[in-house]
T-cell receptor, first 112, second 113 residues
Framework: QKEVEQNSGPLSVPEGAIASLNCTYS??????FFWYRQYSGKSPELIMF????GDKEDGRFTAQLNKASQYVSLLIRDSQPSDSATYLC????????????FGKGTHLIIQP | DAEITQSPRHKITETGRQVTLACHQT?????MFWYRQDLGHGLRLIHY???????NKGEVSDGYSVSRSNTEDLPLTLESAASSQTSVYFC????????????FGPGTRLLVL
């Protein structure tokens, strides 16, 4: 059974600070890793994806992947109140059209 | 603009009725997926398809079926709705390939009484 674990939160971070969201996964064959943001009552929205070990930066967001530790994280710099949402970590194993395995999400609150 | 749509956005039905949720994408994506989202469980895969006439079962497929007669549409059918199928349903699509990114529709909120 493939599992993706996230701390459900809520994680409270002051505006302007760095928010750090973490995710671990059980399937060592996992190849692709995604972070989605979901506002209440809305659909998941892709923020970033990462395939290789190391860091990947996109604007205020940095995804970090460590396959040896089966760990992926998302850093949000200069956090804004609009970043308050639930962040979903998703993992895809191998090729083909298999669906994603999602964590239950971390609820992030940015305090003005 | 290309997009993915779902209909209806909200649905109330009774136990035992057949219900079909529509999903339509205009990105010409080969791959399409159905997920359900419930409190305490997160998003779980119901069925997926990687092309016309292809369908596959996901983690929670019991009581659901899909068919793929063209690239744009993947309707989800609840054959005999049960209260346990009250949920929010999301359709997603992606290009074919090993590392394709999935894009989600707006969701359908289904209540089974």
């Amino acid at each position: 059974q493939k599992e993706v674990e996230q701390n459900s939160g809520p994680l409270s971070v002051p505006e302007g600070a760095i928010a750090s969201l973490n995710c671990t996964y059980s399937d060592r064959g996992s190849q692709s890793f995604f972070w989605y943001r979901q506002y209440s009552g809305k659909s998941p929205e892709l923020i970033m994806f990462i395939y290789s070990n190391g860091d990947k930066e996109d604007g205020r967001f940095t995804a970090q992947l460590n396959k040896a530790s089966q760990y992926v994280s998302l850093l949000i710099r200069d956090s804004q109140p609009s970043d308050s949402a639930t962040y979903l970590c998703a993992v895809k194993s191998g090729g083909g059209a298999d669906g994603l395995t999602f964590g239950k999400g971390t609820h992030l609150i940015i305090q003005p | 603009d290309a997009e993915i749509t779902q209909s209806p956005r909200h649905k109330i039905t009774e136990t035992g009725r057949q219900v079909t949720l529509a999903c339509h994408q205009t990105w010409n994506h080969n791959n399409m997926f159905w997920y359900r989202q419930d409190l305490g469980h997160g998003l779980r895969l119901i069925h997926y398809s990687y092309g016309v006439q292809d369908t596959n079962k996901g983690e929670v497929s019991d009581g659901y079926s899909v068919s793929r007669s063209n690239t744009e549409d993947l309707p989800l059918t609840l054959e005999s709705a049960a209260s346990s199928q009250t949920s929010v349903y999301f359709c997603a699509s992606s290009l074919a390939g090993a590392q394709e990114t999935q894009y989600f529709g707006p969701g359908t909120r289904l209540l089974v009484l």
